[in-house]
């Protein structure tokens, strides 16, 4: 049985992993005072996060069309594809999921959709696992992605709490965190969820805190650092990483600009990480 995977674009794959894996990403819908993008398109992430505290109308986001996505599978089972498990951001939090499964109805018993019920790269390393286990069969794949979603971390440290409210995503647990300009909420994306798990004022306190939590994960099978526009941050975050906890991290270590549609939500500045501890 020859399987394909699709996902969406706010699972920050990189390129090369697209590549190398051949993943179909169907990209989400960023809207700029007015007009729609591609997400990956029309605007770079760098760009985005220098231009985004300054935006007249505030950013918003939109799921692909149930057209979108029956194109994609169409190709794919047109084209040998036996069948395709399709991987999308956390249902509770986005209409993605929801648009995949209205298109994967056309294409009875040979589509699997699942809910990552995460974000960026906890939604990339379950792909990541489904590709890897696809020339296994599907139940292999299944099993891949089930294991990985089971040892998943995905945490953050925004910098302002701002764009999590303006988006209406906020649950009330956080609303509690505080609506002083000075809180930097720390959150986790769990279950479908994003948790309240604290706040700081500062910015290195908001770094220690992630280094606690990476910390807490023990031995990790994949590590990737998270940021929005805050590529300096990232780097010395890193840095910190391989000084103090070389040992339970993976050798390769992916270092990623968050994709401008999560990032209309989370704001800029704002520094994660998504890990998927080792078995």
């Not at 956390?90 to 294409?107: D, H, P, S, Y």
């Not at 990541?128 to 292999?140: F, P, V």
Request: hydrophobic content about 45%; aromatic content about 6%.
């Amino acid at each position: 049985m020859k399987l394909s995977i699709v996902t969406d674009s706010t699972s920050d794959l990189p390129q090369y992993l697209i590549e190398q894996h051949e993943i179909e990403v169907v990209p989400t819908i960023l809207i700029l005072e007015g007009k729609e993008y591609a997400d990956g398109q029309g605007i770079s992430r760098e760009e985005f996060y220098a231009r985004l505290p300054d935006f007249k109308t505030a950013p918003s986001t939109a799921a692909p069309s149930i057209g979108e996505f029956s194109e994609r599978y169409e190709k794919l089972l047109s084209n040998g594809c036996d069948h395709i498990i399709s991987i999308h951001a956390a249902g509770a939090l986005t209409a993605i999921l929801n648009v995949a499964r209205q298109a994967a109805v056309g294409f009875p018993g040979r589509i699997t959709t699942i809910d990552s019920l995460s974000l960026s790269m906890g939604i990339g390393f379950q792909v990541l696992a489904a590709a890897e286990a696809a020339e296994n069969g599907l139940k292999a794949a299944l099993v891949a992605v089930e294991s990985a979603r089971s040892r998943l971390n995905v945490f953050a440290a925004l910098d302002t709490l701002d764009y999590l409210r303006r988006s209406g995503r906020v649950p009330a647990a956080v609303t509690m965190l505080g609506s002083a300009l000075s809180i930097k909420p720390l959150i986790e994306v769990a279950d479908s969820q994003i948790k309240a798990i604290g706040a700081v004022r500062t910015t290195r306190q908001a770094n220690e805190r992630m280094m606690s939590f990476l910390k807490s994960s023990g031995k990790l099978e994949r590590l990737a650092i998270l940021h929005t526009g805050a590529e300096a941050r990232a780097r010395e975050f890193l840095r910190q990483v391989m000084d103090e906890i070389s040992q339970s991290v993976p050798r390769e270590i992916m270092m990623l600009n968050v994709t401008t549609v999560i990032g209309t939500h989370a704001g800029p500045n704002g520094l994660g990480f998504a890990a998927v501890r080792s078995e």
